[in-house]
């Protein structure tokens, strides 16, 4: 076995999906998720569930992992884990899990910021994905954050702005909800409304300083706009659901695009990156390509198994911080609120 050959098995377990993923150094071998299902009837995902059902799925999704790289574990040369942010009771599935088997192995822990790890993600090796240069900036779009932070380097990164209330995410599930769509609905609008309207109905966009964030106005606003028109139409959603989709979406994007045209501005970096669960969102890829061609912008958008959570966006900071000797000590704890 060649020396410069690391591997690194990497553990992603901050919500309510299970991954655990094997990478030999910036190559993923193997990138499984185990996502749980028992969250849809609740329409939304609860704590005390998830971080049971990731104790069920974490040594088979482990072993799934290490069998599909192909690598037994004695050939491992360290095991990354998402410290946090996320739910505390998944996250120490995880952290547990991951603390335990690297001192069996007797090999180097490795700590990985899971917001970092959705930017990181962008230099896995891969021939259909290009990796942006330094500086860049990086807009983060997940159910929990959403954020434009400055990359310099692989570990220096600064967030110039960030949500006030909501995350993006969570103002597209949310608005899903008001419209019965089931649990997560944010992709459901997505679908919608490519065959919508998106001037149909014009919702207000929130007045926010700078380069944050605000969604908890637009979300109420489109509950009003929702509860008025059903009383004057019992069936106006059944009768104009592509049409209100597309009219969400497109307020949504609107925010966000604002907000980048901005960055760009202030910074003069014109590599735009996004990453997190939302940029999977087809609405989102199709306005960076606009500004590419309109702005200028080089823009670069993860493969869709990147987007969500997932492990292989851990395992390549395990790789880079392998690199750097950066290792974390036996008594390191899960942190819920674990900023950049």
Same mark, same amino acid.
């Given at each position: 076995?060649?020396?410069?050959?690391?591997?690194?098995l990497a553990i992603e377990s901050s919500c309510d999906d299970t991954s655990a993923a094997v990478l030999c150094n910036d190559k993923v071998l193997s990138n499984v998720v185990a996502t749980q299902h028992i969250h849809e009837q609740y329409g939304g995902v609860v704590p005390e569930l998830a971080s049971r059902a990731h104790q069920q799925n974490i040594v088979p999704v482990v072993h799934q992992a290490l069998a599909k790289a192909n690598i037994d574990k004695k050939h491992l040369s360290a095991i990354a884990f998402t410290r946090g942010p996320g739910l505390m009771g998944s996250l120490l599935?995880?952290?547990?899990?991951?603390?335990?088997?690297?001192?069996g192995l007797g090999i180097p822990l490795i700590e990985v910021n899971h917001m970092q790890a959705h930017i990181l993600?962008?230099?896995?090796?891969?021939?259909?994905?290009?990796?942006?240069?330094?500086p860049f900036l990086a807009m983060t779009l997940s159910g929990g954050h959403t954020q434009i932070v400055q990359v310099n380097a692989n570990f220096d990164m600064e967030i110039l702005g960030q949500t @006030?209330?909501? !995350?993006?995410?969570?103002a597209?599930? +949310?608005?899903?909800?008001?419209?019965g769509l089931p649990y997560p609905g944010g992709p459901l609008i997505d679908k919608y409304a490519q065959e919508g309207n998106p001037k149909a109905f014009p919702f207000p966009?929130?007045?926010?300083?700078?380069?944050?964030?605000?969604f908890s106005g637009l979300k109420t606003s489109i509950l009003y706009f929702v509860q008025k028109k059903v009383r004057e139409n019992p069936r106006f959603i059944e009768e104009n659901l592509n049409d209100i989709c597309a009219s969400i979406q497109f307020t949504i994007l609107e925010i966000l695009m604002d907000k980048l045209k901005l960055a760009v501005k202030q910074t003069g970096i014109k590599q735009i990156t996004i990453g997190g669960g939302v940029a999977a969102n087809s609405g989102?890829?199709?306005? @960076?390509?606009? !500004?590419?061609?309109?702005?200028?912008? +080089?823009?670069?958008t993860p493969k869709f198994e990147y987007c969500t959570d997932n492990a292989a966006m851990i395992?390549?900071?395990?790789?880079?911080?392998?690199?750097?000797?950066?290792?974390?000590?036996?008594n390191i704890a899960a942190k819920a609120r674990y900023t950049l």
């Amino acid at each position: 076995m060649k020396s410069q050959e690391n591997f690194i098995l990497a553990i992603e377990s901050s919500c309510d999906d299970t991954s655990a993923a094997v990478l030999c150094n910036d190559k993923v071998l193997s990138n499984v998720v185990a996502t749980q299902h028992i969250h849809e009837q609740y329409g939304g995902v609860v704590p005390e569930l998830a971080s049971r059902a990731h104790q069920q799925n974490i040594v088979p999704v482990v072993h799934q992992a290490l069998a599909k790289a192909n690598i037994d574990k004695k050939h491992l040369s360290a095991i990354a884990f998402t410290r946090g942010p996320g739910l505390m009771g998944s996250l120490l599935v995880g952290t547990s899990f991951a603390k335990s088997l690297a001192l069996g192995l007797g090999i180097p822990l490795i700590e990985v910021n899971h917001m970092q790890a959705h930017i990181l993600a962008h230099f896995i090796k891969d021939e259909n994905q290009t990796s942006p240069s330094f500086p860049f900036l990086a807009m983060t779009l997940s159910g929990g954050h959403t954020q434009i932070v400055q990359v310099n380097a692989n570990f220096d990164m600064e967030i110039l702005g960030q949500t @006030l209330d909501d !995350a993006v995410g969570e103002a597209f599930d +949310k608005s899903a909800k008001l419209l019965g769509l089931p649990y997560p609905g944010g992709p459901l609008i997505d679908k919608y409304a490519q065959e919508g309207n998106p001037k149909a109905f014009p919702f207000p966009k929130p007045k926010v300083d700078g380069l944050n964030f605000s969604f908890s106005g637009l979300k109420t606003s489109i509950l009003y706009f929702v509860q008025k028109k059903v009383r004057e139409n019992p069936r106006f959603i059944e009768e104009n659901l592509n049409d209100i989709c597309a009219s969400i979406q497109f307020t949504i994007l609107e925010i966000l695009m604002d907000k980048l045209k901005l960055a760009v501005k202030q910074t003069g970096i014109k590599q735009i990156t996004i990453g997190g669960g939302v940029a999977a969102n087809s609405g989102i890829r199709a306005r @960076l390509k606009e !500004a590419e061609n309109s702005l200028g912008w +080089k823009t670069y958008t993860p493969k869709f198994e990147y987007c969500t959570d997932n492990a292989a966006m851990i395992g390549i900071v395990g790789y880079l911080k392998f690199l750097e000797k950066d290792f974390a000590a036996q008594n390191i704890a899960a942190k819920a609120r674990y900023t950049l």
